[in-house]
Each structure stands twice: as structure tokens, then as C-alpha cells.
């Protein structure tokens, strides 16, 4: 026994020294001390830890979240489509819109009109959501320059002849199906932060 | 009287003619005046070079069709197509049911214009020239580069240098202390009739009875082991530095480094829900419709639309659901960056959970954390019996940032 022992000691240190060194395998999540209390019980629209019994007879894998019966609109402010705040011109001209198809751009250039009023704190607030979902293709300035914009292609000039008078029926219309090369944005910019980008494009149109 | 008469009359005659010829031969084709007039009515579905946006590419289009041709072509496509020129009609098939907008308003030298600048981009002496210069430009970047990056690995080189002879003497020692045990003066010549193997074993016994080695090593055994151990506990729980490989080699240090694509435009429950969302492929789609489509990665995306199922990307950030968490809180609310509890996110090429995410760092950041109560009307009161308090710069802590049911619950 006595003769193993030095072969034992090394042994040991080997193991002791390897796991010492050891840093953490990216690809793997580290111990997890009570999963049970870490996971949900109910389904995340975002993650999923087992498989989903009930959608995978669908077909769709792993997928918790359910596409919404046909037809479904969100209604957030139906209670108040009458009056005329902000928010029930919004709501109406929101009913307007959906009832406009994808091809019917002259409908939509002569029967909405942007509910909230022009002023200088919906222009401001119009500019922050363009630097999010428009300058990377449109440029700071409208001019078509953004960093995305140059390797896409044929994005448009605001203020050139053609764009420079469109109104606000025209371009909410544009972002909610696209146009041209431009895909639809409907589904990522709701149609409140879509008006507001109208009324700050219209400042973009005017600028030399 | 009639004669100056007549002769002022021809002078004005002579003026027109020559002006309308100026205009004509002289300033018809500028190049600059057809760059400005190309972005603003052309650039949305032609490009200059060859690829095909809505359009088709514009280069060597003064071979494929002649002038006056492209000048009728350009004022009224549609007519064109109608009267059946067969050019026209050849043309509009190619792209139906896309019909060109007609350019009415553009006169016979805008179209000129237009024209030479066309010609001019695609002949090629311009772009090396460019080329070179931006080159120069690089290369002399890389050079400051260079130096600043010299100083640093000098400073390696000599950390490396004093660790080696730090080793040079441990070694050293460490031979005199084996010379020193042996039984037999290793450099005499009886020594060399030994078997390698036999002197080894002779030498690692004596090392292994002698108490000061037996006690350095089993004091670095338990240091060891005892790091070992409470790093492992540490850990348990805390998924920093996870970065698995995600099923399609995204990478955000491309699309929001390079290409500043803003967080909000992917993630965009970030504003105004609980989860910031990871985007579905449509949004992939609003640029991956064009933008490198043969690529085996982007493949991958069109395959998931085909298929009608979705790409599952594997969560990195997660608090456990004990904990409650609200994004727009943070980002809308209160202002925060997302690098904040993300980490460089745009300088990324694997998406990596860069914070512990544990409770004592989100507890840390609100005892630090100043509220951002401006324009915020909800605050006011708050701020105003703070005040009365002698609290002037109101914490998350102060309101309740601290409180266990805020977040568990």
C-alpha cells in the first residue's frame, strides 16, 4: 500500500490543480442550486425548458406562444373611439387604417390624417423612434445614407421631387406595408410610434 | 433708323442662338448635376453599377439602348409599352407588373446629365484612385496602431522576462536540493553507470521523505483544493460567461457595431413590455430579403420561414423565475442603457452574458442608482417629501428599491 501511496499524492494534485485552473465552459450553463424554483412552471412566450406537449402536436416544435385566432385586432383603447382626444382619433384612424390592404396606397393617401397635433414634443419624440427603426437605412438626415441603407440599395431621398410633398396617409402606409424595396414595418412599429415618425419625416422632407 | 433697328434685332437673334447652343453642347452633360438629379428621382430603384434593385442596373445602358431612345423611354415608359415599341415591350416583361415611373418633368439635358454621370461612375480609372487613397489613409492608422500596441508588448515581454528568471531560480534551487540528497555526486563518473530510471527513483524517494517538501506540497494541495471548492460554490447558480453557439451565427457586433442598427429595432418589446423579444425572422427578412441571401447562415432563415417554424435561439440572460423583472421599467422608465446590464453587446460576435445577474448586483446598482425623475410627473410628489427628508439626490433604494415584495412576489 505504502508503495502506491506517492502515485496517489500526484494523482491527487492533478485533479486539485486541473480543477482549480478550470474556467467555466461557455457553452454550458453553470450548476444550478434549485431549478425547480428557477424555471416556470407555466409556458414563457420566450424559452422553453421542456417540450411543449401541446404545440408539438402542431407541428411547430418547441413553440410557445400561439398565433391569435384569425381576425384578432388589439383594442387598447376601444373604450374611447368617440371624443376627440389624442387617443380616440388615434383608435379611429387605426380602425381606418386596417381596413386599407397592402395595395391600396392611394386609399390610405386620402383617408388618414396623423391624429396627434404638430408640434415640437411629438416631432422630438417622432425623432427618437426614427433613430430606431428607420435611420440605419434612411440616414440621420433623410438622405438615404444610413450604414445599412448604402449596402441595401435604392433607398429614397426625403427631400428629392418626387418624395419631398408626400403626405401623411402616403408614408404611415409605407411604413405599415413597405413599398418598392422596402419591406413592411407594421409588425414591429406600432401605429402610435408610426405617426410619430410621419410628422418627424415631414421635417426630414423639407431639409435641403 | 431702320438699320439699327434691324441690327439690334439680329444682335438679340445672335444671343438666343448662341446661349441655346451653350446650352445645349456646353453644359448638356454634367456629371454633377446628374448625380444629384440620379439620387434624388432614380437612385430608390436603379443602381449605378450592375445589380438589380427594382430596376435593372444601370451600367453600360448607353450600349444597350441608344440616347434619344432612353430620353423617350425615361419621359413615358408606359406610353412607349403601349405604342408596342418593341424595345419597350421586351423590356416591361422582363419586370412586370412593375411599370417605371414617368419622368415627365425631367428635360432632354437633365436625362443627359443623368446619363454622362452613369457613364462616368462606371468607367474605371475613378475607383482605384479612391481606393489607393483610402488605403494610404489605413495603412497609416495602422502604423499609430503599431506603436501604441509596440509599448504594450514591451511591457509583456518584460513581465515574461522576470517570470522566467524567477522560474531560472526556483529550478536552480530546486537542483541543489536533489544534488544535495543524492547518495551519489551526480557529475562523478560512477554516477553515469546508474540507469536513468533507477537515479529518478532514488532521487523523487529521497524528495518524498524530506518534511519541508511534504509540507509545501500539502499546503498547496489544500490552497488548491480550498479555491477550487469555494470558486465551484460561488458559481453555483451564476451563468456569467455563458455563451453557447446559437443555431445561426449571429452576430451583433455586425449588425449593431458596424452596421448601427439601433437594439430597439430587433428587440422591440424593450420600450414597452416585460421581455425585450427576440425578433422573428420577418424582421431578419426586411434586410436578409437582399442583403447576402446565398449565404449558408441566412439560409438558414428563409428555410425556418419555409418550414413555418421557429428558430430556436438559446436563452443566455434568464433570472430565475423567482425573481420579477420588467424591461420597459428599466429602459423606458428609467433610462437606462442597455450596455448597462448587457455588457458591450455591439462589440460581440457571440452573444454573452457579461453580468452575474445575481440579487447582489441588482441590489448594488439600486443603492446607487440616482431616480430619473425629470419630466416625469409620477415623481414629483416623491421628490418633493424627499426633499422635506433632506434627501436631495432620491435613490431607487429610497422608494422602495429595496423592498423584498418589489421583486419577489
Given at each position: 500500500?505504502?508503495?502506491y ?7 491527487a494534485s ?14 454550458h450553463?453553470?450548476?444550478?442550486f434549485?431549478p ?12 422553453q425548458i ?32 368617440d ?7 388615434l383608435?379611429k ?13 392611394a386609399?390610405?393617401?386620402t ?13 422630438k419624440?417622432?425623432e427618437l423612434?426614427?433613430?430606431?427603426y ?7 438626415s ?10 441595401y440599395?435604392g433607398?429614397?431621398?426625403?427631400s428629392?421631387?418626387a ?11 409605407v ?13 414591429q ?15 426630414l422632407?423639407?431639409e435641403? | ?33 446628374g ?17 438589380k ?10 450600349k444597350?439602348?441608344?440616347e434619344?431612345w ?12 403601349a ?17 417605371m ?72 534551487g ?9 547518495t ?33 506540497a ?12 469555494v470558486?465551484?460554490?460561488?458559481g453555483?447558480?451564476?451563468h ?8 445561426i ?8 457595431g458596424?452596421?448601427?442598427i ?12 416585460k ?7 420577418n ?18 432563415i ?26 420597459s ?8 442603457q ?14 454573452e ?10 441590489i448594488d446598482?439600486?443603492?446607487k442608482?440616482s431616480v ?17 427628508d433632506?434627501?436631495?439626490d ?6 422602495g428599491?429595496l423592498e ?6
Amino acid at each position: 500500500m505504502k508503495k502506491y501511496l506517492p502515485f496517489v499524492w500526484i494523482a491527487a494534485s492533478l485533479v486539485v490543480v486541473g480543477l482549480a485552473s478550470l474556467k467555466r465552459d461557455p457553452q454550458h450553463q453553470a450548476w444550478e442550486f434549485a431549478p425547480n424554483m428557477y424555471y416556470p412552471v407555466g409556458y414563457e412566450p420566450l424559452s422553453q425548458i421542456d417540450a411543449n406537449p401541446i404545440n408539438s402536436a402542431t407541428g411547430k416544435g418547441n413553440l410557445n406562444m400561439r398565433v391569435p385566432v384569425k381576425g384578432t385586432i388589439p383594442r387598447q383603447y376601444f373604450a374611447s373611439t368617440d371624443g376627440d382626444s389624442v387617443i380616440s382619433k388615434l383608435e379611429k384612424m387605426d380602425m381606418i387604417a386596417r381596413n386599407i390592404g397592402p395595395n391600396d396606397l392611394a386609399v390610405a393617401e386620402t383617408a388618414l390624417t396623423n391624429p396627434f397635433p404638430t408640434d415640437e414634443k411629438v416631432t422630438k419624440q417622432g425623432e427618437l423612434l426614427y433613430g430606431r427603426y428607420c435611420l440605419h437605412c434612411h440616414g440621420g438626415s433623410g438622405k438615404g445614407d444610413g450604414p445599412v441603407g448604402k449596402k441595401y440599395g435604392g433607398v429614397p431621398v426625403y427631400s428629392s421631387d418626387a418624395l419631398k410633398d408626400l403626405n401623411d396617409g402616403h408614408i404611415y402606409h409605407v411604413i405599415t406595408y413597405g413599398k418598392g424595396r422596402m419591406w413592411p414595418h407594421g409588425s414591429q412599429v406600432s401605429p402610435e410610434d408610426r405617426w410619430k415618425i410621419v410628422q418627424y419625416v415631414h421635417k426630414l422632407q423639407q431639409e435641403p | 433708323m431702320i438699320k439699327r433697328a434691324l441690327s439690334y434685332f439680329f444682335g438679340t437673334a445672335t444671343a438666343i442662338v448662341l446661349t441655346l447652343w451653350s446650352s445645349t453642347s456646353g453644359f448638356a452633360q454634367d456629371p454633377a448635376k446628374g448625380e444629384q438629379l440620379f439620387t434624388n428621382n432614380c437612385a430608390s430603384c436603379h443602381n449605378v453599377g450592375e445589380q438589380k434593385l427594382i430596376g435593372p442596373g444601370l451600367k453600360d445602358v448607353d450600349k444597350r439602348h441608344d440616347e434619344a431612345w432612353l430620353i423617350k423611354w425615361i419621359k413615358n415608359p408606359a406610353g412607349m409599352v403601349a405604342s408596342g415599341d418593341e424595345a419597350a415591350t421586351k423590356l416591361y416583361d422582363q419586370y412586370k407588373p412593375i411599370m417605371m415611373t414617368a419622368f415627365g418633368s425631367l428635360s432632354d439635358d437633365d436625362i443627359k446629365s443623368i446619363l454622362a454621370y452613369v457613364k462616368e461612375k462606371n468607367s474605371a480609372p475613378a475607383a482605384p484612385a479612391a481606393g489607393t487613397a483610402v488605403a494610404g489613409g489605413g495603412g497609416g492608422a495602422a502604423q499609430g496602431d503599431g506603436e501604441q500596441s509596440s509599448g504594450f508588448f514591451g511591457i509583456v515581454l518584460v513581465a515574461l522576462l522576470v517570470v522566467m528568471i524567477l522560474m531560472l531560480v526556483a529550478l536552480f534551487g530546486i537542483l541543489t536540493v536533489l544534488n544535495r540528497l543524492a547518495t551519489v555526486d551526480p557529475s562523478s563518473p560512477e554516477a553515469q553507470k546508474i540507469p536513468f530510471f533507477a537515479r529518478l527513483k532514488e532521487s523523487t524517494g529521497k524528495l518524498g521523505n524530506s518534511p519541508a517538501f511534504r509540507t509545501g506540497a500539502l499546503l498547496l494541495f489544500v490552497l488548491l483544493a480550498g479555491k477550487a471548492t469555494v470558486d465551484g460554490m460561488y458559481g453555483i447558480g451564476i451563468h456569467q460567461g455563458f455563451a453557447p453557439k446559437q443555431p445561426i451565427a449571429f452576430s451583433h457586433k455586425l449588425h449593431a457595431g458596424e452596421y448601427k442598427i439601433d437594439c430597439n429595432y430587433c428587440h422591440t418589446g424593450v420600450n414597452k413590455g416585460k421581455q425585450a423579444n427576440i425578433p422573428s425572422p420577418n424582421i431578419c427578412m426586411n434586410c436578409h430579403n437582399a442583403i447576402k441571401g446565398s449565404s449558408p447562415e441566412i439560409q438558414k432563415i428563409y428555410r425556418a420561414i419555409e418550414k413555418d417554424q421557429p428558430i430556436e435561439w438559446i436563452r443566455v440572460h434568464n433570472l430565475p423565475d423567482l425573481a420579477y423583472f420588467n424591461h420597459s421599467q428599466h429602459v423606458n422608465v428609467g433610462g437606462l442603457q442597455c450596455q448597462q446590464c448587457h455588457g458591450e453587446v455591439e462589440k460581440m460576435e457571440v452573444i454573452e452574458q457579461r453580468s452575474t445577474l445575481t440579487m447582489g448586483w441588482c441590489i448594488d446598482c439600486h443603492r446607487k442608482t440616482s431616480v430619473n425623475s425629470k419630466d416625469n410627473h409620477y415623481y414629483d410628489k416623491l421628490v418633493e417629501i424627499h426633499k422635506k427628508d433632506g434627501v436631495k439626490d432620491m435613490k431607487v433604494a429610497d422608494i422602495g428599491g429595496l423592498e423584498c415584495s418589489k421583486c419577489h412576489y
